[in-house]
Structure formats: structure tokens, C-alpha cells
């Protein structure tokens, strides 16, 4: 069927065992609580809300064009990278440079000319000829013949140009029908680029242009008629061009990068066939075809587009190609049709794809899912350096996903996904970081409190603090095991003390109704216990699987109201503190706590593993690397605990356990709070473990570095095989004398020395000194 322009066109201006059970029950424990904690962080994190709302913002920044000339630079960047097609054979243009009207000595051609040109070309049976020269008044001598063979001559197309808003246009040559004529307007975008190829478009009654079809459709249509194809209307509600099998599918003003496109008459994204007039097609000059310097073959059965090129004639635009040389080109209005010829003949007869988009929710999908890839990197991704690489290589997997996309002539929109990627994580990554600020305030905040009231305790404790007979000390100065959270300044406890004598009198546990804690926690197996209380293995029968956790029970030294109500305080804030020590993967996390009859109760995840103390049996000296690799670790630990304001002032091997789904260190036991009795007047109470508490500790004044000389010492003793109480002492300086019992680096040496000095003024200062200087080292 014919296709008229009325059903395919608008009337618009052109715009720009038992045993194993125990095991698999754990193991179930340890992955629902990695899941537990892993779906607390995506719903708790800022990173799903901030891509959405950057999603948002981006939509609505498309929605108002803001960033369609971004995305229409970026087009013409992919469009700069894509490789250039061969020469088009079905295709010659027929060039007027300057020294051809130079030659001439005239502008405009004479009709004489015109005449002579076409009769030459014409000779050589083309399939059809474009005059993109307009002819709309006559150019003696020779106007009668050139009329009479453009009036004769159905292969020869001329030119019009539809009438807008600021000239009536221009006619095409008289007594040429319109049906052989093609106007010659091209769409511009609102940047002066030529993107996007028309076909047919309804000119104004007033036009004196009455052509509906484009010069180029009318060459394309008239060599696909030779071929025995006729273009067609598809059924659908909105009609849409058809040559064979290949439809044409209208541009939309919202199409890959646009977003306001004027999309009047019927348009097409232009896929550019190359970049400049040579690459296009053969060409030849006016001069060569008059004075028969060209080959028969070059136009029998080809396309012959006849145009100017020259500088001085006005008839080029600007492509997506100006801006890949220094000075900006322009591709001459001949090849610019050209370009769109040679498009709908590749698409109907080679089978080269035409551009393709997405719909606009695809397209919001698109832009969401790399928002959101920009957000939970962040999430992840914890390390900054770690963090740039990242974020770069998912910038480069979108942009070759977008490019690989473009070769295979899809179009998508690239920059907003690549602000969404950035502005998302950057936005997480603020947001984070004011979190982190507001965490790290109210960790101190609540240090502060546990401090007060610690000491609030010790004085309602020292009111009515009964002599306690004397005990010999043991290995260590104070029971550890089972403790409640740490807090980096209170060195005293408010439960009944660890070696047995009790605070007043022995407080009895209350008669329950039933034998689970709480209603869920049934006892398995007891770890430890002390006058202080107990901790034991107990299942969460609460929980799918009932897997295992550690309950720690502790018994207030005296039940007074007043005492009651401080501990109570005083536990509350402990137990925040343990909640917020219990995110980082590495230390077991707090699951609950509670009061029951009048003792407290703290439930932690369970790890499986072993302490590192099997790792170090006595007279067995570990491998250098094995040692940097454990002290390491540990540190890594401590310098998120250190970020929390909180000392854990008990690092020793028993309290460092390995991890046995993983093999991963796991820091246990924190315990600033610790079981003590009244104190004699002058006395003070020291918290940690002989051999592993510095001086400092011993005094009642531990800090940060008091950590890193626990943690020192593990590693000398790791490395010669020696208690840590057993090594010299140096009576000059206080301490440790231990570098020729080891065989070690002077490089590890040194910063072990320096992790365990005496004065912990000459230590350093924090965990993340020693990361740096261990990297140092070579393994």
C-alpha cells in the first residue's frame, strides 16, 4: 500500500550424634544470626532511603529536562566511539565544491548547467536522483530544458522547504509534481545538532512547500521500488512505518535521552552510518562528472545525491561527530540526508538494527538499581581506599554496559544512573559518617553515665563494707569469664565478689514457676561460675532450630532499694554499650537482657570455637607471620572498640577465641564492671589478668594503651613460647626483657617493644599507629 502523509504525520514546527546435633545447631545459630544482622543493616541503613530519594530527585530532574543535554553529549560520545561502517555502495554523492563554482564563475549553477549535469548522470541509468540544489526561480540560460527534463524525468527528486515561523519557504521547481518532491528540512536539536532523521511531517496550508515526504524518503522509497518494496502501515492503534519486515517505529519525545524532543511528523533516531562525506559513499565532484571523469559503474542502479559542500554556501549542520576534532565541523545537508538514506536501505535490506529504548519505568528501574548499588557499596564496603576502587569499577561496569549496549543500537539513558551511583553513595556515606559522629557522642555520653554510677555504687558499697578475711591471690587479679559489658573508666562491680566471700549475706535465688528464663531460655550447660553468678550454655527455644546462646547471670552484692535501682541503671547502660560493641561481626552480639527477680540476666550469641590459648601451648614458639597476623587481627577489633570510648581491659588468650565457621578471631569477655567486695581505705581495685594488665590497670587508671599492652604481650609470649609473668623484668626501665628468647625481625621487634612499654606515655597511642607501622612489614 501507498503511505500518505495524513497517516503517518502532525502538523508541528520544527524545535529544537547428640554431639552433632550441638553442631548443626549451631551452625544454624551462627548463619541466623549473621542474617538477623545482615537484615537489621538494610533496613536500619540509610542506603535504601537515600536511593530512592535520589532516585526521585533524578527522575524529576529528567521530567523537567534539566539533564537531557548531558545525556544528549553523552549520546554523541558513544556515538564518536562506535567503529564506522564501510562505504555505502548503493549510494554516490555528487559533491559542488568552491573551486567547482570557482570554476563556474557563478552562483547559483545556471539551469544550463543544472541540465548539463543531470543529462550526464542520467546516462549511466541510475536508480534515482536527488537535487538537494533548490530551483525555485529559473537561472538562465537554459531554464526551458531543465524544466522539461525535471518534468519528464520521474527518477529525478528535487527539493523544497517547508514554510516556519520566520520564512514562507521555499517551492519546489515549477511543473514538477509534488509526489516527486521532497522537502528538505532537517530536525535540530535545541543545541544545533543534527540527531534525529524526518520523514514526513504535514506543512501548513500556507507553505509553499506542499510536500509531506522528506527528500530522503523519497529516495529511499523510489530504490526500494526497483527492489519490489513497497512501504506499508502497520495495524497497530498508533500506524507505524513498515518497509518488508523492518518497522520504523516512531521517535517519542521522551525516547533515550530526551525528555522534551519536539517529535512532530513522523521521526526517527539518526544512526549515522560514519562521520564525514567519504566515509558515507563514493563521491565525485560536479567538475568530474561534467568533464566525464567518472566510471559507469559508479552510477548505474546507485543513488545519486547532488548537494553543495562548498564553505561559502550555508548548507551544513552540526553532528554528534563536530565535537571529536579541535575545530568544530559541520557534515554538509547532501550527507547529512545521505546519512538518513543510507539508514533506512541498511535497515530494510542488510538488516542493521535500528536504535531501540527502554520504556520510561524500565528506565526509572535502571536509574533506581544503580542508585541503590551506589548506596549498599557504602554499606559494605567499609575501607575508603576499598571504596573509591570499588565505586570506580561499578562506574566502569556501567559505562560498559552502556556502551556494549550502544554498539548493539540501544540507547539508555547513562548519565543519570552514573548521578544516581554517585550521589547515592555519597549521600550514605554523609549520612554514615553524622551517624557514626552521633554513635561515637552518645558511646562517651554513656561511658560517662556508667562511670557516675559505678561510683555512686562503690560509695553505697564502702557505707556498709564488712573486713573481708584475706585470700591469696591467684593467677588472676579478678575472674573474667563471665562478666557483663565493658566500660572504659569503672573499675569497681556492683555483684557479689568472684572468690566466694559475699557482700552483707549470700543472696539465694527466688523460686520460678518455670525452668526457662524469661519464658524462652532453657539452660544447657553451665561455662563458669563464681560467687558473682554463673554463665552457661542455654537454647532459645524462641527462635526456628532453638539454637544456642551464653546467658550471663549476675547476682547484685546487696539488695537494698536504693543499690537495686543504681545497678539496675547501671546494667541498662552496660548492656547499650554491649548492643553497640555487638555490630562489628567480630565481637558476639548482645541478643538481650533482663531483670528477674532481682538478678540480671545478659543473653550474648554463642561462638563456636576456640580460644587462642590451644594456638599457644607452653615451650611452642609460633611462626613470625602466623603472630603479625593474629596481633593484626586483634587490632582491628580494638580499634572499633577504641572508637566506642570503650577499654576492654582484659585482653588475654583465653578471652580471644577463633571462630570455627570461619576461622575469623572473635574478641569476648568485656568486663569493666567486675565483682569486688568493700575496700579497705587507700585500697583500689585493678581489673585484667596477671601478666597482661600493665601498670598503669594495676592502679585503677587504664586507657586505651593498656589494651595495647595486653595485646603485645600475647604476641611476645606467642613468639617465645614463655608466660607472660615468667619474662625478665628490666630493673632500669620496667620493661619487658624478652628479644633473646625469640627469634624474630628487628622490624616486629621494635613495634612490639613499643606496644609494651612501661610508661604508657612512650606506647602508642592507638590501635590504628600499629596497623600502619605493621604494614610495613614484608610477608
Not at 526521585?56 to 561502517?85: H, I, M, T
Not at 519536539?262 to 559513499?281: C, E, F, P, V, W
Request: aromatic fraction near 8%.
Amino acid at each position: 500500500m501507498k503511505v500518505t502523509s495524513g497517516d503517518l504525520t502532525q502538523t508541528s514546527e520544527l524545535k529544537a550424634p547428640v554431639k552433632h546435633q550441638g553442631n548443626v545447631r549451631t551452625k544454624l545459630s551462627t548463619a541466623w544470626s549473621q542474617v538477623k544482622r545482615l537484615s537489621s543493616s538494610w533496613l536500619g541503613h540509610p542506603a535504601l532511603l537515600a536511593s530512592l530519594t535520589v532516585t526521585g530527585l533524578l527522575l524529576f530532574a529528567r521530567y523537567q529536562s534539566w539533564l537531557e543535554p548531558w545525556e544528549l553529549s553523552a549520546y554523541d560520545r558513544l556515538l564518536q566511539l562506535r567503529p564506522a561502517l564501510p562505504p555505502d555502495p548503493r549510494l554516490l554523492v555528487v559533491t559542488i565544491t568552491e573551486a567547482d563554482i570557482q570554476s563556474q564563475e557563478k552562483w547559483p549553477l545556471t539551469d544550463a548547467v543544472v541540465n548539463q549535469l543531470l543529462t550526464k548522470l542520467e546516462q549511466y541509468e541510475p536508480a534515482v536522483i536527488g537535487l538537494d540544489i533548490y530551483r525555485d526561480f529559473p537561472q538562465q540560460p537554459g531554464n526551458a530544458e531543465l524544466s522539461a527534463k525535471l518534468q519528464k524525468s520521474d527518477r529525478i527528486i528535487p527539493v523544497c522547504k517547508i514554510s516556519d515561523a520566520e520564512t514562507p519557504g521555499t517551492p519546489p521547481p515549477p511543473s514538477v509534481p509534488v509526489e516527486r518532491v521532497g522537502f528538505a528540512d532537517i530536525a535540530i536539536d535545541p543545541n544545533g545538532i543534527v540527531r534525529r532523521g524526518l520523514l514526513f511531517l504535514e506543512p501548513p496550508d500556507s507553505s509553499r512547500c506542499s510536500s509531506p515526504s522528506s527528500f530522503s524518503f523519497q529516495l529511499a522509497q523510489k530504490y526500494l521500488e526497483t527492489k519490489g518494496i513497497q512501504p506499508e502501515l502497520t495495524k497497530d492503534k498508533e500506524p507505524q512505518l513498515k518497509f518488508g519486515n523492518i518497522v520504523f517505529k516512531k521517535l517519542s519525545p521522551t525516547d533515550g535521552g530526551y525528555q522534551n524532543a519536539d517529535s512532530g511528523g513522523y521521526q526517527i533516531l539518526l544512526n549515522y552510518r560514519s562521520s564525514n562525506t567519504n566515509s558515507l559513499a563514493q563521491s565525485v565532484t560536479l567538475t568530474d562528472v561534467l568533464n566525464n571523469r567518472i566510471d559507469a559503474s559508479w552510477v548505474k542502479n546507485r543513488i545519486v545525491l547532488i548537494g553543495v559542500t562548498a564553505p561559502s554556501i550555508d548548507d551544513a549542520f552540526f553532528t554528534p561527530y563536530s565535537s571529536q576534532e579541535r575545530l568544530l565541523r559541520k557534515m554538509p545537508g547532501v550527507v547529512v540526508h545521505g546519512q538518513i538514506v543510507s539508514q533506512l536501505l541498511s535497515a530494510v535490506l542488510d538488516g542493521r538494527p535500528l536504535f531501540w529504548f527502554w520504556s520510561d519505568w524500565v528506565e526509572g528501574l535502571w536509574i533506581f538499581g544503580w542508585s541503590l548499588v551506589g548506596g549498599v557499596l557504602v554499606l559494605v564496603i567499609r575501607h575508603p581506599g576499598r571504596l573509591v576502587l570499588v565505586e570506580l569499577g561499578a562506574l566502569g561496569l556501567l559505562l560498559g554496559t552502556s556502551i556494549l549496549l550502544f554498539f548493539e543500537s540501544g540507547w539508555i539513558p547513562v548519565v543519570a544512573p552514573i548521578l544516581g551511583l554517585i550521589a547515592s553513595g555519597t549521600s550514605v556515606l554523609a549520612y554514615s559518617a553524622y551517624q557514626r559522629h552521633q554513635e561515637l557522642e552518645e558511646s562517651a555520653k554513656k561511658a560517662q553515665e556508667q562511670k557516675e554510677n559505678i561510683a555512686l555504687l562503690e560509695a553505697l558499697l564502702k557505707e556498709r563494707a564488712p573486713t573481708l578475711p584475706t585470700t591469696e591471690p591467684d593467677e588472676s587479679l579478678t575472674e573474667t569469664t563471665a562478666l557483663p559489658p565493658d566500660e572504659d573508666t569503672g573499675d569497681t562491680a556492683v555483684w557479689t565478689q568472684g572468690n566466694g566471700a559475699t557482700v552483707d549475706k549470700p543472696i539465694a535465688p527466688r523460686p520460678r514457676t518455670t525452668h526457662l528464663l524469661q519464658g524462652r531460655y532453657e539452660k544447657s550447660r553451665v561455662l563458669a561460675s563464681g560467687g558473682f553468678g554463673l554463665t552457661y550454655i542455654a537454647n532459645d527455644t524462641q527462635r526456628p532450630g532453638s539454637p544456642q546462646c551464653v546467658v550471663k547471670q549476675l547476682r547484685p552484692a546487696r539488695q537494698d532499694a536504693r543499690f537495686l535501682e543504681v545497678a539496675r541503671r547501671l546494667f541498662a547502660t552496660e548492656a547499650e554499650i554491649l548492643e553497640k560493641l555487638g555490630t562489628h561481626p567480630q565481637i558476639p552480639q548482645l541478643l538481650a537482657y533482663f531483670v528477674e527477680n532481682n538478678e540480671f540476666y545478659l543473653v550474648q550469641e554463642y561462638i563456636e570455637g576456640e580460644p587462642i590459648t590451644e594456638e599457644m601451648p607452653v615451650d611452642k614458639r609460633l611462626p613470625e607471620p602466623h603472630v603479625v597476623e593474629l596481633v593484626k587481627g586483634v587490632l582491628k577489633i580494638l580499634t572499633f572498640v577504641h572508637e566506642h570510648s570503650v577499654i576492654h581491659r582484659d585482653i588475654k588468650p583465653g578471652n580471644i577465641m577463633r571462630r570455627k565457621t570461619d576461622g575469623q578471631l572473635v574478641l569476648i569477655d568485656f568486663g569493666a564492671v567486675k565483682h569486688i567486695q568493700p575496700q579497705q581505705e587507700g585500697e583500689t581495685v585493678a581489673i585484667g589478668t596477671r601478666g597482661y594488665a600493665p601498670p598503669e590497670q594495676y592502679a585503677g587508671h587504664p586507657n586505651f594503651s593498656s589494651d595495647i599492652y595486653a595485646l603485645g604481650m600475647i604476641g611476645i609470649q606467642a613468639l617465645t613460647g614463655i608466660a607472660t609473668y615468667q619474662l625478665p623484668i628490666s630493673q632500669e626501665t620496667g620493661d619487658v626483657s624478652w628479644r633473646h628468647l625469640a627469634n624474630v625481625s628487628d622490624e616486629f621487634a621494635q613495634i612490639l617493644e613499643k606496644m609494651v612499654r612501661y610508661n604508657f606515655v612512650a606506647r602508642y597511642n592507638s590501635a590504628t599507629a600499629v596497623i600502619e607501622d605493621l604494614k610495613t612489614l614484608r610477608y
